[in-house]
């Protein structure tokens, strides 16, 4: 598989996520652990400055340098802040617009290494274990 098509996943998967009616929970959940494997594919975002890029474009957040050294570390600060200002209508427009960003930009500096490929299936899989796991928890309170 080539890594453009990685790229076209993900797009894929956020549109499922915008398209599709979930619970406000669900969606909230859906979004951020896709976004969290977003910034954790070295496939898509090859250098920590084009994360920046990113961040600033389409979530208006600017952070000190030292954030953007540990892609986990951005990745948690990013999901923070997205959580505690939770919006259902911001989450469908950073869809829209995470979509428009990766559809516009050049991300094919994509490497082309088979240990960073990624398909449909794998992300998805990632996605819903994770889902199954946070709704596990969640049912256990």
Known sequence: MKKVDSKKDFINEFSVINKNKFTLQQTKSLFL????????????????KDLEDFIKEV????YNEYVFR?????????????SKEYDPSKISAFIKLIVVYLHEKDTTNEISDPRVQRSSKN???????????????????
Do not use: H, M, Q
């Open 33 to 48: 652990g896709l976004l969290y494997e977003l910034i954790s594919e070295r496939g898509i975002f090859l250098k920590n």
């Open 123 to 141: 992300i998805e899989e990632d996605v819903i274990g994770w889902f199954n796991t946070v709704s596990k928890g969640s049912k256990e309170k």
């Open 70 to 82: 540990s892609r986990p570390y951005l990745a948690s600060r990013l999901l923070k802040d997205i």
């Open 59 to 62: 979530f208006k957040k600017s």
